[in-house]
């Protein structure tokens, strides 16, 4: 078995530099790419207290929450879900790095496996995959998808050659059967 969790933000998002509205954020749009070629339904990490939906107000919670190293408080998830081995996991990437609440989610939970999924706006994954070895040393965390945010339109054909990989992979094949 496997379960999607994703961190992403809706409200503005950049777009060639500028804030623009979103209903769904650009992380959540690739989360449900994957969950429909995986038919499984992506899970939301949600913060008790939403962020803004201003893109200036956004940067400026999480750069000081990147700053206080907080670990803000979330919706429960069901227990089932953070017990699956093996987690597709997605966030965008806050600052070169994972955001807070992904961190908080890695506090609560500890994966065997983790297929990381990011949207950023040119940093790749930034330092996230070196804070995720960090917070789950003894997952095996398999290389990751990057997609820029302004490209999620495009990202069908990226996300269907990342899943092929792990198609034939025998460990990731047992623990998603």
């Known amino acids: 078995m496997a379960v999607i969790l994703v961190f992403s933000s809706p409200g503005e998002t950049l777009l060639r530099g500028r804030p623009v509205p979103v209903m769904v954020g650009n992380t959540q749009r690739v989360a449900t790419l994957i969950g429909q070629r995986l038919h499984l339904k992506p899970q939301a990490i949600v913060p008790q207290v939403p962020y803004p939906r201003t893109y200036a107000a956004l940067l400026t919670r999480a750069r000081q929450e990147q700053a206080d190293q907080a670990l803000p408080a979330l919706e429960p998830l069901a227990p089932a879900l953070l017990a699956d081995p093996v987690w597709f996991l997605g966030y965008p990437v806050w600052f070169g790095d994972l955001p807070r609440p992904v961190v908080s989610l890695l506090h609560q939970a500890h994966p065997k496996v983790v297929l990381p999924?990011?949207?950023?706006?040119?940093?790749?994954?930034?330092?996230?995959?070196?804070?995720?070895?960090?917070?789950?040393?003894?997952?095996?965390?398999?290389?990751?998808?990057?997609?820029?945010?302004?490209r999620v339109?495009?990202?069908?054909?990226?996300?269907?050659?990342?899943?092929?990989?792990?198609s034939t992979s025998s460990l990731i094949k047992k623990e998603i059967d």
């Open 117 to 150: 999924f990011a949207t950023h706006e040119g940093s790749g994954f930034g330092q996230s995959l070196t804070t995720l070895h960090q917070r789950v040393p003894t997952a095996q965390i398999y290389p990751g998808l990057p997609i820029r945010g302004s």
């Open 153 to 166: 339109d495009r990202a069908a054909c990226a996300v269907d050659h990342w899943l092929q990989q792990y």
